[in-house]
Protein backbone atom coordinates (compact mmCIF):
# COMPACT_ATOMS: atom_id res chain seq x y z
CA UNK A 1 0.00 0.00 0.00
CA UNK A 2 0.95 3.17 -0.90
CA UNK A 3 2.18 5.49 1.91
CA UNK A 4 2.33 9.50 2.11
CA UNK A 5 5.96 10.61 3.26
CA UNK A 6 6.10 10.79 7.10
CA UNK A 7 8.57 13.91 7.23
CA UNK A 8 6.09 16.17 4.90
CA UNK A 9 2.81 14.66 6.88
CA UNK A 10 4.62 16.18 10.08
CA UNK A 11 5.73 19.15 8.51
CA UNK A 12 1.94 19.68 7.51
CA UNK A 13 0.76 18.35 11.49
CA UNK A 14 3.35 21.56 12.61
CA UNK A 15 2.17 24.11 10.44
CA UNK A 16 -1.52 23.39 11.13
CA UNK A 17 -0.49 22.67 14.90
CA UNK A 18 0.68 26.33 14.60
CA UNK A 19 -2.31 28.12 13.08
CA UNK A 20 -4.62 25.92 15.48
CA UNK A 21 -2.83 28.05 18.21
CA UNK A 22 -3.59 31.13 17.14
CA UNK A 23 -7.09 30.29 16.80
CA UNK A 24 -7.05 29.16 20.39
CA UNK A 25 -4.32 30.94 22.26
CA UNK A 26 -4.70 34.30 20.98
CA UNK A 27 -8.53 35.07 19.44
CA UNK A 28 -10.89 32.52 19.01
CA UNK A 29 -12.55 34.95 16.14
CA UNK A 30 -10.38 33.25 13.33
CA UNK A 31 -9.60 29.57 12.35
CA UNK A 32 -7.68 27.88 9.92
CA UNK A 33 -7.67 29.20 6.54
CA UNK A 34 -7.28 26.04 4.04
CA UNK A 35 -5.79 28.34 1.84
CA UNK A 36 -2.86 28.93 3.67
CA UNK A 37 -2.34 25.20 3.56
CA UNK A 38 -2.72 25.06 -0.12
CA UNK A 39 0.78 26.20 -0.97
CA UNK A 40 2.39 24.06 1.58
CA UNK A 41 0.49 20.75 1.79
CA UNK A 42 0.82 20.11 -2.16
CA UNK A 43 -1.51 16.47 -1.94
CA UNK A 44 -2.34 14.85 -5.35
CA UNK A 45 -5.27 15.49 -6.99
CA UNK A 46 -8.31 12.68 -6.68
CA UNK A 47 -9.84 11.40 -3.21
CA UNK A 48 -6.76 10.74 -1.53
CA UNK A 49 -5.83 11.97 1.87
CA UNK A 50 -3.15 11.02 4.22
CA UNK A 51 -3.49 7.69 2.82
CA UNK A 52 -5.21 6.84 -0.17
CA UNK A 53 -8.98 6.69 -0.23
CA UNK A 54 -9.41 3.53 -1.72
CA UNK A 55 -10.76 -0.30 -0.73
CA UNK A 56 -8.04 -1.78 1.12
CA UNK A 57 -7.61 -5.76 2.05
CA UNK A 58 -8.75 -5.69 5.58
CA UNK A 59 -8.04 -8.59 7.97
CA UNK A 60 -11.32 -10.52 9.49
CA UNK A 61 -13.30 -9.02 11.98
CA UNK A 62 -12.26 -9.94 15.41
CA UNK A 63 -15.30 -12.11 16.90
CA UNK A 64 -15.48 -9.50 19.76
CA UNK A 65 -16.33 -6.85 17.01
CA UNK A 66 -18.51 -9.00 15.01
CA UNK A 67 -21.59 -7.16 14.09
CA UNK A 68 -24.83 -8.54 14.74
CA UNK A 69 -27.75 -9.53 12.42
CA UNK A 70 -30.52 -6.89 13.37
CA UNK A 71 -32.97 -9.22 11.74
CA UNK A 72 -32.36 -11.64 14.14
CA UNK A 73 -34.56 -11.91 16.78
CA UNK A 74 -35.55 -13.93 19.74
CA UNK A 75 -32.22 -14.26 21.35
CA UNK A 76 -31.54 -16.98 23.76
CA UNK A 77 -31.23 -15.87 27.05
CA UNK A 78 -27.77 -17.61 27.56
CA UNK A 79 -26.54 -15.11 24.49
CA UNK A 80 -28.13 -12.03 26.07
CA UNK A 81 -24.69 -10.86 27.04
CA UNK A 82 -24.05 -10.23 23.58
CA UNK A 83 -26.63 -7.46 24.20
CA UNK A 84 -24.49 -5.15 26.26
CA UNK A 85 -22.71 -1.74 24.83
CA UNK A 86 -19.65 -1.65 26.35
CA UNK A 87 -18.82 1.46 24.22
CA UNK A 88 -22.52 3.32 23.69
CA UNK A 89 -24.49 4.24 26.74
CA UNK A 90 -28.00 5.09 25.92
CA UNK A 91 -29.06 7.14 28.43
CA UNK A 92 -32.80 7.12 28.93
CA UNK A 93 -33.51 5.98 25.98
CA UNK A 94 -31.60 8.66 23.64
CA UNK A 95 -31.15 6.70 20.18
CA UNK A 96 -35.12 5.16 20.52
CA UNK A 97 -36.64 7.54 17.94
CA UNK A 98 -33.40 6.72 15.60
CA UNK A 99 -33.77 2.54 16.47
CA UNK A 100 -37.74 3.13 15.78
CA UNK A 101 -36.78 4.74 12.60
CA UNK A 102 -34.92 1.88 11.61
CA UNK A 103 -37.59 -0.44 12.68
CA UNK A 104 -40.66 1.35 10.67
CA UNK A 105 -37.72 1.54 7.88
CA UNK A 106 -37.55 -2.43 7.82
CA UNK A 107 -40.79 -3.46 8.36
CA UNK A 108 -42.02 -1.01 5.33
CA UNK A 109 -44.22 0.65 7.82
CA UNK A 110 -44.20 4.86 6.95
CA UNK A 111 -40.94 5.33 6.51
CA UNK A 112 -38.76 5.16 3.29
CA UNK A 113 -35.96 6.72 4.26
CA UNK A 114 -33.36 7.10 7.31
CA UNK A 115 -30.98 9.94 7.15
CA UNK A 116 -27.52 10.54 9.65
CA UNK A 117 -25.97 13.47 9.47
CA UNK A 118 -22.16 13.35 11.21
CA UNK A 119 -20.08 16.73 12.03
CA UNK A 120 -16.93 16.13 12.68
CA UNK A 121 -13.25 17.26 11.66
CA UNK A 122 -10.71 16.28 9.12
CA UNK A 123 -11.10 12.24 8.97
CA UNK A 124 -14.84 13.02 8.07
CA UNK A 125 -13.55 15.70 5.84
CA UNK A 126 -12.22 12.58 3.61
CA UNK A 127 -15.54 10.34 4.95
CA UNK A 128 -12.74 8.10 6.55
CA UNK A 129 -15.26 6.26 9.43
CA UNK A 130 -18.10 7.89 8.04
CA UNK A 131 -17.31 6.13 4.78
CA UNK A 132 -17.15 2.69 5.56
CA UNK A 133 -19.81 3.49 8.35
CA UNK A 134 -22.12 4.09 5.47
CA UNK A 135 -21.25 1.06 3.54
CA UNK A 136 -22.20 -0.82 6.51
CA UNK A 137 -25.01 0.42 7.48
CA UNK A 138 -26.70 0.71 4.17
CA UNK A 139 -25.75 -3.29 3.85
CA UNK A 140 -28.24 -4.22 6.63
CA UNK A 141 -31.02 -1.72 6.17
CA UNK A 142 -31.16 -0.70 2.19
CA UNK A 143 -28.94 1.98 0.16
CA UNK A 144 -31.00 5.51 -0.30
CA UNK A 145 -28.57 7.17 -2.45
CA UNK A 146 -24.57 8.65 -1.53
CA UNK A 147 -26.87 11.70 0.74
CA UNK A 148 -25.05 14.86 0.97
CA UNK A 149 -21.82 16.36 -0.99
CA UNK A 150 -20.25 19.09 -1.24
CA UNK A 151 -19.59 20.66 -4.56
CA UNK A 152 -16.33 21.79 -4.93
CA UNK A 153 -13.02 20.76 -2.45
CA UNK A 154 -12.48 23.45 0.20
CA UNK A 155 -9.43 20.83 0.62
CA UNK A 156 -7.44 18.56 -1.88
CA UNK A 157 -8.18 15.67 -0.32
CA UNK A 158 -11.85 16.23 1.22
CA UNK A 159 -13.58 13.17 -0.76
CA UNK A 160 -17.07 10.86 -0.55
CA UNK A 161 -16.72 7.29 -1.14
CA UNK A 162 -17.97 6.81 -4.52
CA UNK A 163 -18.12 9.57 -5.79
CA UNK A 164 -15.15 11.99 -7.51
CA UNK A 165 -15.43 15.83 -8.07
CA UNK A 166 -13.59 18.26 -9.97
CA UNK A 167 -14.44 21.90 -10.22
CA UNK A 168 -13.48 24.90 -11.67
CA UNK A 169 -14.03 29.27 -11.06
CA UNK A 170 -15.86 28.75 -7.23
CA UNK A 171 -14.47 30.56 -4.44
CA UNK A 172 -14.93 28.55 -1.32
CA UNK A 173 -15.61 29.81 1.92
CA UNK A 174 -16.05 27.44 4.96
CA UNK A 175 -16.65 28.00 8.65
CA UNK A 176 -13.50 27.07 9.60
CA UNK A 177 -11.38 29.76 7.48
CA UNK A 178 -13.54 32.48 8.53
CA UNK A 179 -14.62 31.43 11.37
CA UNK A 180 -17.10 34.34 11.84
CA UNK A 181 -20.87 33.41 11.94
CA UNK A 182 -22.83 33.19 8.15
CA UNK A 183 -24.87 31.00 6.55
CA UNK A 184 -23.03 28.06 5.87
CA UNK A 185 -25.89 26.15 4.57
CA UNK A 186 -25.76 22.44 6.34
CA UNK A 187 -22.07 21.59 4.95
CA UNK A 188 -19.98 24.29 6.42
CA UNK A 189 -19.17 25.60 3.53
CA UNK A 190 -20.47 28.79 0.47
CA UNK A 191 -19.74 28.08 -3.05
CA UNK A 192 -20.03 31.75 -4.93
CA UNK A 193 -20.27 30.88 -8.37
CA UNK A 194 -19.51 33.46 -11.50
CA UNK A 195 -20.53 32.70 -14.75
CA UNK A 196 -18.99 29.84 -15.94
CA UNK A 197 -18.04 28.19 -12.95
CA UNK A 198 -18.76 24.58 -13.22
CA UNK A 199 -18.81 21.19 -10.96
CA UNK A 200 -18.35 17.78 -12.54
CA UNK A 201 -19.48 14.64 -10.60
CA UNK A 202 -18.91 11.40 -11.44
CA UNK A 203 -21.03 8.60 -9.57
CA UNK A 204 -19.46 5.46 -9.29
CA UNK A 205 -22.92 3.66 -8.62
CA UNK A 206 -24.79 4.68 -11.51
CA UNK A 207 -28.21 4.11 -9.91
CA UNK A 208 -29.23 7.58 -8.07
CA UNK A 209 -32.77 8.93 -9.37
CA UNK A 210 -32.61 12.36 -8.24
CA UNK A 211 -30.32 15.52 -7.18
CA UNK A 212 -31.20 17.97 -4.93
CA UNK A 213 -29.30 21.57 -5.12
CA UNK A 214 -29.31 23.30 -1.95
CA UNK A 215 -28.18 27.11 -2.52
CA UNK A 216 -29.70 30.67 -1.72
CA UNK A 217 -32.18 32.50 -3.48
CA UNK A 218 -31.63 36.11 -3.82
CA UNK A 219 -32.24 38.93 -5.81
CA UNK A 220 -30.22 39.18 -9.51
CA UNK A 221 -29.25 35.56 -8.45
CA UNK A 222 -28.33 33.39 -11.41
CA UNK A 223 -29.42 30.28 -13.16
CA UNK A 224 -27.31 26.54 -12.15
CA UNK A 225 -27.46 24.50 -15.62
CA UNK A 226 -27.61 20.95 -14.85
CA UNK A 227 -26.85 17.94 -17.05
CA UNK A 228 -26.55 14.16 -16.87
CA UNK A 229 -23.95 12.41 -18.93
CA UNK A 230 -24.00 15.50 -21.02
CA UNK A 231 -27.96 15.61 -21.70
CA UNK A 232 -29.41 18.95 -20.35
CA UNK A 233 -31.86 17.57 -17.91
CA UNK A 234 -33.19 21.24 -16.16
CA UNK A 235 -31.87 24.66 -14.48
CA UNK A 236 -31.85 25.78 -11.02
CA UNK A 237 -33.11 29.56 -11.33
CA UNK A 238 -31.84 31.38 -7.87
CA UNK A 239 -33.47 34.73 -8.64
CA UNK A 240 -35.91 35.39 -6.25
CA UNK A 241 -37.41 38.71 -4.85
CA UNK A 242 -35.96 38.10 -0.98
CA UNK A 243 -32.94 36.53 0.49
CA UNK A 244 -33.94 32.95 1.93
CA UNK A 245 -31.90 29.12 1.52
CA UNK A 246 -33.70 27.05 -0.68
CA UNK A 247 -33.61 23.32 -2.28
CA UNK A 248 -34.33 22.04 -5.54
CA UNK A 249 -35.12 18.56 -7.09
CA UNK A 250 -34.59 17.28 -10.55
CA UNK A 251 -34.60 13.91 -11.78
CA UNK A 252 -31.72 12.14 -13.66
CA UNK A 253 -31.97 9.13 -15.81
CA UNK A 254 -31.32 5.86 -14.46
CA UNK A 255 -27.47 4.55 -15.24
CA UNK A 256 -26.44 8.32 -14.97
CA UNK A 257 -22.28 8.39 -14.64
CA UNK A 258 -21.64 11.68 -14.27
CA UNK A 259 -23.56 15.01 -13.31
CA UNK A 260 -22.25 18.41 -14.46
CA UNK A 261 -23.53 22.12 -12.71
CA UNK A 262 -23.22 24.54 -14.80
CA UNK A 263 -23.43 28.71 -13.90
CA UNK A 264 -25.00 30.50 -16.49
CA UNK A 265 -26.92 34.53 -16.25
CA UNK A 266 -25.37 35.68 -13.06
CA UNK A 267 -23.34 34.83 -10.17
CA UNK A 268 -25.22 32.05 -7.69
CA UNK A 269 -24.49 30.75 -4.33
CA UNK A 270 -24.56 26.70 -3.68
CA UNK A 271 -24.16 24.98 -0.50
CA UNK A 272 -24.17 21.51 -2.03
CA UNK A 273 -26.17 19.26 -3.29
CA UNK A 274 -28.01 15.45 -2.68
CA UNK A 275 -28.00 12.18 -4.48
CA UNK A 276 -30.76 10.23 -4.27
CA UNK A 277 -32.02 6.57 -5.01
CA UNK A 278 -36.01 6.05 -5.55
CA UNK A 279 -36.15 2.89 -2.83
CA UNK A 280 -35.89 2.28 0.81
CA UNK A 281 -32.88 2.93 2.80
CA UNK A 282 -30.25 4.51 4.79
CA UNK A 283 -28.50 7.63 3.88
CA UNK A 284 -25.39 8.56 5.93
CA UNK A 285 -24.25 12.17 5.44
CA UNK A 286 -20.38 13.36 6.25
CA UNK A 287 -19.50 16.62 7.14
CA UNK A 288 -16.76 16.97 7.74
CA UNK A 289 -14.55 20.13 8.00
CA UNK A 290 -10.82 20.48 8.18
CA UNK A 291 -9.58 21.50 11.73
CA UNK A 292 -12.69 22.17 12.86
CA UNK A 293 -14.09 22.11 16.46
CA UNK A 294 -17.34 22.29 18.62
CA UNK A 295 -16.99 26.28 18.15
CA UNK A 296 -17.71 25.84 14.68
CA UNK A 297 -20.95 24.33 15.28
CA UNK A 298 -21.48 26.71 18.39
CA UNK A 299 -20.40 30.15 16.86
CA UNK A 300 -19.43 29.96 13.43
CA UNK A 301 -23.22 28.73 11.79
CA UNK A 302 -25.65 31.12 11.72
CA UNK A 303 -28.35 29.62 14.23
CA UNK A 304 -31.40 30.36 11.98
CA UNK A 305 -29.67 28.87 9.11
CA UNK A 306 -28.52 26.67 10.64
CA UNK A 307 -31.87 25.31 11.88
CA UNK A 308 -32.95 25.67 8.87
CA UNK A 309 -30.77 23.35 6.71
CA UNK A 310 -31.11 20.82 9.64
CA UNK A 311 -35.25 21.01 9.73
CA UNK A 312 -34.87 20.16 5.80
CA UNK A 313 -32.72 17.45 5.86
CA UNK A 314 -34.43 16.04 8.77
CA UNK A 315 -32.32 13.42 10.12
CA UNK A 316 -33.47 10.56 12.34
CA UNK A 317 -29.47 10.65 14.19
CA UNK A 318 -27.27 13.55 14.37
CA UNK A 319 -23.62 12.57 15.34
CA UNK A 320 -21.35 15.75 16.95
CA UNK A 321 -18.04 13.93 16.86
CA UNK A 322 -15.03 16.48 17.49
CA UNK A 323 -12.42 16.93 20.26
CA UNK A 324 -9.26 15.83 18.58
CA UNK A 325 -8.51 19.46 17.67
CA UNK A 326 -9.73 20.93 21.09
CA UNK A 327 -7.05 18.27 22.81
CA UNK A 328 -4.09 20.09 21.98
CA UNK A 329 -5.06 22.97 24.18
CA UNK A 330 -5.76 21.54 28.23
CA UNK A 331 -6.05 25.50 29.59
CA UNK A 332 -9.56 25.76 26.90
CA UNK A 333 -10.52 21.70 27.70
CA UNK A 334 -10.53 22.32 31.04
CA UNK A 335 -12.40 26.57 30.99
CA UNK A 336 -14.53 26.68 28.50
CA UNK A 337 -15.04 23.13 26.48
CA UNK A 338 -18.08 22.13 28.15
CA UNK A 339 -19.99 24.98 27.90
CA UNK A 340 -19.66 25.10 23.91
CA UNK A 341 -20.57 21.65 23.64
CA UNK A 342 -23.63 22.17 25.42
CA UNK A 343 -24.15 25.38 23.54
CA UNK A 344 -23.56 23.06 20.46
CA UNK A 345 -26.17 19.99 21.11
CA UNK A 346 -28.54 22.90 22.01
CA UNK A 347 -28.49 24.40 18.49
CA UNK A 348 -29.29 20.60 16.98
CA UNK A 349 -32.04 19.95 19.72
CA UNK A 350 -33.52 23.54 18.89
CA UNK A 351 -33.64 22.48 15.05
CA UNK A 352 -34.40 18.96 15.42
CA UNK A 353 -36.35 18.37 19.03
CA UNK A 354 -37.19 14.72 18.07
CA UNK A 355 -34.34 13.25 16.84
CA UNK A 356 -31.74 11.54 18.44
CA UNK A 357 -27.99 12.64 19.07
CA UNK A 358 -25.04 11.01 19.72
CA UNK A 359 -21.99 12.63 20.92
CA UNK A 360 -19.10 10.70 19.50
CA UNK A 361 -15.63 11.11 20.87
CA UNK A 362 -12.18 11.42 19.55
CA UNK A 363 -10.14 8.91 18.88
CA UNK A 364 -6.71 8.52 21.32
CA UNK A 365 -4.40 10.71 20.19
CA UNK A 366 -0.37 10.14 20.54
CA UNK A 367 2.19 13.00 20.82
CA UNK A 368 5.88 11.85 20.94
CA UNK A 369 8.74 12.51 24.02
CA UNK A 370 11.68 10.73 22.96
CA UNK A 371 11.16 7.56 21.40
CA UNK A 372 7.70 6.87 23.24
CA UNK A 373 4.10 7.68 22.10
CA UNK A 374 1.81 8.54 24.93
CA UNK A 375 -1.58 9.78 24.88
CA UNK A 376 -1.96 13.35 24.91
CA UNK A 377 -3.60 14.46 28.69
CA UNK A 378 -6.42 16.47 27.56
CA UNK A 379 -8.09 13.29 25.46
CA UNK A 380 -9.30 11.29 28.60
CA UNK A 381 -10.58 14.83 30.17
CA UNK A 382 -12.07 15.43 26.79
CA UNK A 383 -14.05 12.34 26.72
CA UNK A 384 -15.19 12.47 30.38
CA UNK A 385 -16.68 15.95 29.34
CA UNK A 386 -18.26 14.23 26.59
CA UNK A 387 -19.79 11.60 28.69
CA UNK A 388 -21.21 14.03 31.12
CA UNK A 389 -22.63 16.27 28.82
CA UNK A 390 -24.29 13.64 27.15
CA UNK A 391 -26.08 12.69 29.99
CA UNK A 392 -27.13 16.08 31.21
CA UNK A 393 -28.40 16.88 27.76
CA UNK A 394 -30.13 13.39 26.92
CA UNK A 395 -27.77 12.63 24.19
CA UNK A 396 -26.66 8.76 23.56
CA UNK A 397 -22.59 8.82 24.15
CA UNK A 398 -20.11 6.29 21.63
CA UNK A 399 -16.69 6.31 23.43
CA UNK A 400 -14.39 5.96 20.66
CA UNK A 401 -11.10 6.35 22.64
CA UNK A 402 -11.83 3.46 24.90
CA UNK A 403 -13.35 0.94 22.30
CA UNK A 404 -10.46 1.64 20.60
CA UNK A 405 -8.09 0.60 23.03
CA UNK A 406 -7.99 3.41 25.61
CA UNK A 407 -4.74 5.10 26.56
CA UNK A 408 -1.56 4.52 24.19
CA UNK A 409 -3.52 3.10 21.56
CA UNK A 410 -2.10 5.29 18.80
CA UNK A 411 1.50 3.50 20.03
CA UNK A 412 0.34 0.31 19.23
CA UNK A 413 -1.45 1.71 15.70
CA UNK A 414 1.65 3.13 14.81
CA UNK A 415 3.95 0.54 15.34
CA UNK A 416 1.69 -2.38 13.29
CA UNK A 417 2.31 -3.50 9.87
CA UNK A 418 1.00 -1.48 8.23
CA UNK A 419 0.23 1.29 10.08
CA UNK A 420 -3.63 1.77 11.48
CA UNK A 421 -2.45 5.61 12.30
CA UNK A 422 -0.28 8.36 10.28
CA UNK A 423 2.76 9.65 11.15
CA UNK A 424 0.89 12.60 12.82
CA UNK A 425 -0.82 10.17 15.40
CA UNK A 426 -4.33 11.47 14.95
CA UNK A 427 -5.49 10.25 11.22
CA UNK A 428 -6.29 6.80 10.84
CA UNK A 429 -5.31 4.99 7.65
CA UNK A 430 -8.24 3.30 5.74
CA UNK A 431 -7.72 -0.06 7.65
CA UNK A 432 -7.80 2.41 11.30
CA UNK A 433 -10.52 4.11 9.66
CA UNK A 434 -12.68 0.87 9.32
CA UNK A 435 -11.89 -0.54 12.71
CA UNK A 436 -13.39 2.47 14.07
CA UNK A 437 -16.62 2.34 11.41
CA UNK A 438 -17.14 -1.60 12.66
CA UNK A 439 -16.98 -0.36 16.39
CA UNK A 440 -19.28 2.19 15.78
CA UNK A 441 -22.14 0.17 13.86
CA UNK A 442 -21.25 -2.70 15.99
CA UNK A 443 -22.15 -0.81 19.00
CA UNK A 444 -25.54 0.90 16.80
CA UNK A 445 -27.32 -2.81 16.08
CA UNK A 446 -26.53 -3.79 19.42
CA UNK A 447 -28.17 -1.00 20.67
CA UNK A 448 -30.95 -1.56 18.27
CA UNK A 449 -31.44 -4.88 18.46
CA UNK A 450 -31.54 -4.49 22.54
CA UNK A 451 -34.29 -1.78 20.96
CA UNK A 452 -36.27 -4.67 19.15
CA UNK A 453 -36.42 -7.00 21.92
CA UNK A 454 -37.99 -4.18 23.91
CA UNK A 455 -39.94 -2.74 20.78
CA UNK A 456 -40.59 -5.56 18.51
CA UNK A 457 -43.40 -4.11 16.64
CA UNK A 458 -44.05 -4.72 13.07
CA UNK A 459 -42.20 -8.35 11.92
CA UNK A 460 -42.95 -8.35 8.15
CA UNK A 461 -39.37 -7.99 6.16
CA UNK A 462 -38.44 -4.71 4.15
CA UNK A 463 -40.01 -5.60 0.36
CA UNK A 464 -36.88 -5.79 -2.72
CA UNK A 465 -35.75 -2.17 -3.56
CA UNK A 466 -37.97 -1.53 -6.70
CA UNK A 467 -35.94 1.61 -8.50
CA UNK A 468 -39.17 3.20 -10.20
CA UNK A 469 -38.71 4.83 -13.87
CA UNK A 470 -37.75 8.13 -14.29
CA UNK A 471 -40.25 10.98 -14.05
CA UNK A 472 -40.19 13.10 -16.94
CA UNK A 473 -37.55 15.34 -17.12
CA UNK A 474 -38.50 19.20 -16.22
CA UNK A 475 -37.13 22.56 -17.42
CA UNK A 476 -37.48 23.61 -14.22
CA UNK A 477 -37.17 22.49 -11.03
CA UNK A 478 -39.54 23.69 -8.58
CA UNK A 479 -38.07 25.20 -5.39
CA UNK A 480 -38.71 24.07 -1.95
CA UNK A 481 -37.78 27.24 0.35
CA UNK A 482 -35.78 25.78 3.68
CA UNK A 483 -35.32 29.01 5.77
Keep these: ?60 TPAALAIPDPLAHGLKAAANSTLESKFLIDYNGALDHFYAALRDLHSGQSRRTVRIVHFGDSPTTADLITGDARDLLQERFGNAGPGFILIAKPWAWYSHHGVDIS ?38 AHDSTSIEVQYLEEPGGGNLDITADGAPIGAIITAAETKKNAASTLPIPAGTKQVKLAVSGSPVQIFGVVFSRD ?42 NYGTNESGYPAYVEKQYESELIRAIGRVRAALPGASIL ?49 GTMSLWYNRHPPLVGADLIHPSPQGARLVAQLLTSQLLIGYERYMQNHPGPQQKLPAPVISETSAQANKAKPTGVQ
Aim: hydrophobic share 40%.
Design 167 to 204: ATGWKIDTAVGSMREANYGLGGAIFTGPVGATSTIHLA
Design 279 to 320: NRGLTYDSIGLNGASTTVMSRAFNPQTFSAALEHRNPDLVVI
Design 359 to 407: IMSPMDRGERSGSQITTMRAIPEIVAIQQRVADKTGCGFFNTYQAMGGN
Design 1 to 60: MPTFPKQTLLAIATFAAILLAVHYGISRTKGLDPSTLRPIAKFPSGPTAFFPIAKVPFPP
